[in-house]
């Protein structure tokens, strides 16, 4: 359903069992699934879809391996469960990948970890081999049954060394075990909201840049952000899936709470092909002298570096800073000394906002990962529960959903229908898993495409790559001038079928343009031409997005106005 179809129906059907405000993967998890069940659900976000903290993540699926010290058992058990779901329910967009841990002491942090497990401690301290062989084994055990990927494995300094020349000599072993990626996070959440939408057309509606901006005792009242209108509705039920903005959110219900004491998270993306030889496709994953756990893994042809915990009141201020650039370069020295890193290899960077519950800990990393609902029961402040959704990740989004779900679905007297559990995503449905060779084979016999383009498309949209193909053969194509390796007709299809409203949506989260430094002046240009034509702008409103988009990139994804320079003439 397009978005004038989807006003059309928040106007004539004001009633809706459920509101989600906040469109993350927790929201947008938990949109799927109440609708699979039957349930009518409107999703609304304020701005694009996963384009908060969904969209700052470090690319991890992960079990969370340092949480064991903070005793968190259920935790990592049920993220190592969803992590091996994802492979299998995503594996267009979800990969395994070996991690390499860096180890400088051998029995540093025995009495750390038991005491930090009591609560006695709560400050980082260096782990040494006997503490991390403890948490591998126990990471290992925790999926004994469900054995998807390879246990891990320890090296001796000299053969490390062999194996890494550049590793910093001062290690005196390396352990490997396996954890997963995504490089598209947010196509994960674009496509979970088109299979609800496919799945349930009746019950499921999702609309992006609409706020959530007042209520009334029995309703909430909804601004369009591109024309102001503004919708009243009537929900059963309130879901504040708003992330770090949740007490903004719940402010704007007449509802004001403190659930919410989010930390930040800054990330850096580089083009630096001797980092990218030296992590050997792992991610490098190791304890800066300050305690705070880092990584760096290959994206692409880039290498991601990640990331700060840094304590922060409004996400909306959220920016990757100069002393936070400064650390991350710096601390790529613990573990490659010798190779040089600095600003002038960064092509992007980003920041986002963990909606971590509000905590007295002294240090950010002792604030537990997990998830609950916060529940303010209808009464005098408004005639519908408000649930909030805090805490969570990635990774255990699937379980999250599941358990808001169970309880909307017992607050309604209804019965679950169906299980996400084994429910493959978008473009995993038709994946060929194991046979990717033959699949792209197929295909380019039957098209005429040269395979190296069939592949990259089978990687760029999984299973949906065979119906992008039949779009873009369906009429006359021709690679763009500007964007490397995409064509005409495919970016029509994505402004056709994907909820694109601005440039930025199609740059930053409907393909990893921006993020991989991709993009230049003369490249947004002809993007934003081929979007007016299929979206209707006129020739002001697409120089507003043209000239939107360049400011953002450069002022708080630190692209240099140089690349951001427009060409003297612009695309027909």
Known sequence: MGREETLKHIQNHPEVSVLIIGGGINGIGTF??????????????????CSGASAGSSHMVHGGLRYLENAEFRLVREALTERNRLLQNAPHY???????????????????????????????????????????????????????????????????????????????????????????????????????????PDNAHAINYMKAVSAGHDTVVLRDQLTNTEYTIKPKIVINAAGPWIDFANENLNRGTQFIGGTKGSHLIVDHPELYAATQGHEMFFENADGRICLLFPLEDRVLIGTTDIRIDDPSDAICTEEEVDYMLEMVKTVFPNIHIDRSHIVY?????????????????????????????????????????VG????????????????????????????????????????????????????????????????????????????????????????????PNYTHREIVFLAQNEKIVHLEDLLMRRSLLAMLGKIDGAGIEELAHILAGVLGWN???????????????????GVSEEKMTLSTQSPT
């Not at 403890?134 to 060394?161: A, N, V, W």
């Not at 043209?546 to 990139?553: D, F, G, M, S």
Request: some cysteine; proline content about 6%; charged content about 25%.
């Open 94 to 200: 979800v990969k395994p990948l070996p991690t390499t841990i860096p180890i400088f002491t051998a029995l540093s942090g025995i009495l750390n970890a038991p005491l930090k497990f009591l609560n006695l401690r709560d400050k980082p301290s260096a782990r040494g081999a006997l503490v991390i062989k403890l948490g591998l084994t126990m990471y290992d055990l925790f999926t004994i049954r469900q054995q998807t990927l390879p246990r891990h494995r320890f090296f001796g300094k000299e053969e490390s060394l062999v194996r890494r020349p550049a590793l910093n000599p001062n290690i005196i072993a390396t352990a490997t075990y396996y954890d997963a990626w995504m490089p598209y996070p947010e196509r994960i959440a674009l496509e979970i909201i088109l299979d609800a939408e496919a799945e349930t």
């Open 539 to 557: 020739k002001k409103r697409t120089q507003q997005e043209i000239e939107q988009t360049r400011q953002l990139l450069m002022t708080r994804h």
């Open 32 to 49: 799927r699934d109440l609708t699979l069940q039957g349930v009518d659900v409107l999703l609304v976000d304020m701005n694009d879809f």
């Open 349 to 389: 960077r980003f920041s986002g906002v963990r909606p971590l519950p509000s905590s007295s800990a002294s240090t950010t990393g002792q604030i537990s990962r997990d998830h609950s609902i916060n529940t303010i029961e209808a009464g005098t402040r408004g005639a519908y529960p408000v649930l909030s959704l």
């Open 392 to 483: 969570g990740k990635w990774t255990t989004f699937r379980a999250f959903s599941e358990k808001v779900t169970d309880e909307i679905l017992s607050r309604m007297g209804k019965s679950r229908k169906t299980s996400t559990l084994k429910l493959p995503i978008g473009g995993g449905k038709k994946f060929p898993k194991g046979n990717q060779q033959r699949w792209i084979n197929d295909q380019t016999l039957k098209t005429g495409l040269p395979r190296q383009t069939v592949e990259m498309l089978l990687n760029r949209y999984g299973g949906r790559a065979e119906e992008i193909i039949a779009f873009c053969q369906a009429e006359a194509d021709a690679p763009l001038e500007c964007v």
